[in-house]
């Protein structure tokens, strides 16, 4: 019998004792037909853990009975005895017994979980090894004793630690070895366990589950990175290239030398975690020039980190807000591809893709400046033409639709708005929200509605755009960003509307219809602040403002189609 993992406790339900023994083999694999993997007890689970060439392995099984009466020996099918098969190829095992109520109930005549991989010729179950007196028989490399409760127990060997014999310096030594050896495995050990602990709470092995069904359908699946990778990739966490209050970003290179941007949330809520994986799933299957390409993520630290493509030439509210030097074609453009990018996400996946925080922060520029969509953790994938009702409204102040904050109903519209917001910045140069102006001018959308309907357009749009050969072009594309922003959804257009009017304009501009004007000086930039996501509580189908929040909500993550590049 090889491998005997332990979870026991006396009458009162507290722990006497436990282990977790493991083995790595260097040349050979655990035989698949000679050994099975064996749980015992009658309030017992365990589970068999190792790996498959790259991938994690684990797998277990439930052993229960409330009296030995209705133990049969020699059969070993969850009633006082579970067994499995251990898949072909597993080179590492570890083995973990729990106890589902710490044995209060059956404490009488049994006390312990056992579990175990054994050589099936060599086992026999027998309603004896529930007893008070345990596993009787012999221990494998690395434990020794005769297994049972109230007799020599179960206990680590030394293996390292030389018996006297060449006197008592030689001993000191080698028993100081002995220790800083023990030592170090120890601590080597713990760390991997909270890595695999980290791993699972992070979703692991729901991500594994997701990307293996797009195995075949999709041309480049997300890699996931252990923690060292990612180390090595980033310098130690060295560079810093942006924080606010979702977390960190770091600069980092792949051994290929290729720029990535890491990114690393705040201490999550372990609750939300579904839409970390949302993020990752939804964002692996899109290969599209204008969104950000998901490279890959680690799960073994205790926050997740996702790997992207680096785009290195800051976001689009940098460029209106403080560096203020993007002529109108530029403009035009980036809001072309921009709506784009958000009609294929609406239209033409297999499920429709909400984003749920468009904002000028989310759309970063590379540095021909081609915008590229990011930010994908908000993300909500839907039934085409369905309503979904949110207990949770998340979401940026300024660019979030009212109707979806009023009845807490998620539709394609909700970008459209937020889309529309952001055209009212590039026509403006203005932010969303502005906490120091009157209440009245607070909001960009409800201001540039008024000035529209007042006939006081050019007064609020941005002077360095506008020019006697362009302003019947300024002119019509504010009429659709007010479309975009009325209040009523319904009196929205799509997004492939949206996207097909501004290619129409830009093809007018590119065909040399209207006037360029190029290189337009910035008049400076004022000190701004981002955004952050904000979410909303929504009661009896109202939805309240609450506290802004970091982290993830919960969510189903359906399954998707992979997408590929229209180009």
Known sequence: ??????????????????????????????????????????????????????????????????SLDYVTNGSCVGTGCCQIEIPKGLKQLEVDAFSFNNH????????????????????????????????????????????????????????????????????????????????F?????????????????NGGSILQQELSKLQGRSSEKAKIFTEEEIKTVTNNYANVIGHGGSGLVYKGFLPNKTPVAVKKSKIVDQTKIDEFINELVVVSQINRRNVVRLLGCCLETQVPLLVYEFVGNGNLFEQIHKNGNLSWERRLRIAAETAGVLSYLHSETNVPIIHRDVKSANILLDENYTPKVSDFGASKLVPIDAIQNYTVVQGTLGYVDPEYLQTCKLTDKSDVYSFGVVLAELLTGKMALLSDKPEEERSLAMNFLSSLKQNRLLEILDNRIVNDGNKQQLKEVAKLAARCISVRG????????????????????????????????????????????????????IGSHTTPTDGYDSMQQPELMA????R
Request: hydrophobic content about 30%.
């Open 104 to 183: 209060e109930n059956v404490s009488s005549f049994n006390p312990c979980t056992y579990a175990f991989v054994v050589d099936q010729s060599q086992f026999h179950f027998t309603s004896n090894y529930l007893a008070l007196g345990g596993i009787p028989d012999e221990f494998p490399m690395g434990f020794h004793g005769d297994g049972r409760k109230y007799g020599g127990g179960c206990t680590p060997n030394q293996h390292t630690v030389i018996k006297v014999t060449l006197g008592v310096g030689i001993s000191f030594v080698v028993a100081v070895m002995s220790i800083s050896w023990l030592h």
């Open 490 to 541: 319904e009196e929205r257009p799509t997004m492939k509307e949206v996207a097909f009017e501004l290619q129409g304009r830009l093809s007018l501009m590119s065909n040399g219809q209207y006037y360029l004007r190029d290189n337009v000086e910035s008049n400076g930039a004022q000190e701004t602040e981002y955004f952050t996501a904000t979410f909303y509580e929504c009661r009896d189908g």
């Open 563 to 566: 997408f590929d590049d229209e």
């Open 185 to 201: 495995l120890w601590k080597r050990r713990k760390h991997m366990k909270l890595k695999e602990k980290f791993f699972e709470q």
């Open 1 to 66: 019998m090889q491998f005997t993992a332990k979870d026991c406790y006396d009458a009162k339900g507290y722990s006497v004792g436990s282990n977790l023994p493991y083995i790595t083999l260097s040349k050979f694999t655990f035989s698949r037909t000679g050994n099975k993997f064996v749980v015992i007890g009658c309030d017992s689970y365990a589970y068999v853990r190792g790996f498959l060439g790259e991938d994690r392995y684990k797998s277990g099984c439930t052993s229960k009975c409330d």
